[in-house]
């Protein structure tokens, strides 16, 4: 009898295990295109993804690069003060898309143009991406919008 529970235990476990392991196999397997990494202009010069990677892109939206195409076709360029990769997208941009100002776009490289399937822009006047900031530090050119508001 004692025999008999413990062989019990011992599936119950077992299966547990591998219910376990086929659930994570399951949610790997669904978020294997839903993680896009972010990355810099300067970290993409230095180490350029393959064509079929799928990142995120941040920066400045650079000045006098904005050129609008035929329909929906919009050409700029990012740059994080260190490096600037050019973009095209295809799409309606964000109200706040602006020269000068932070955003963040999702796509891949190919041949050297950033091709955009998302662009997103700042929601709000001091508001700006994280990874943007923290690349735009690491060039030194980021200035906080509330020290320079603090000198006025």
Same mark, same amino acid.
């Given at each position: 009898m004692s025999g008999l529970k413990k062989k019990r235990r011992i599936q119950i476990v077992a299966l547990a295990a591998v219910a376990l392991l086929i659930s994570t196999g399951l949610i790997g397997y669904a978020m294997r295109d839903g993680i896009n990494f972010f990355r810099a202009p300067s970290q993409i010069i230095a180490e350029p993804p393959g064509p079929n990677e799928v990142f995120r892109i *941040? *920066?400045? &939206? @650079? @000045? #006098?690069?904005?050129v609008r195409g035929q329909g929906e076709t919009v050409r700029f360029s990012v740059t994080d003060g260190g490096a600037s990769i050019p973009v095209v997208y295809t799409g309606v941009l964000p109200d706040l898309f602006s020269e000068n @100002? *932070?955003? &963040? #776009?999702? #796509?891949r490289l190919i041949d050297g143009v950033f091709e955009a399937s998302e662009i997103l822009a700042k929601h709000d006047e001091t508001y700006m991406p994280a990874e943007v900031i923290d690349a735009l530090k690491e060039q030194g050119i980021y200035k906080d919008p509330k020290a320079e508001g603090a000198d006025s």
């Open positions: *941040g *920066g400045l &939206v @650079e @000045e #006098g690069s904005i @100002e *932070g955003m &963040v #776009g999702t #796509g």
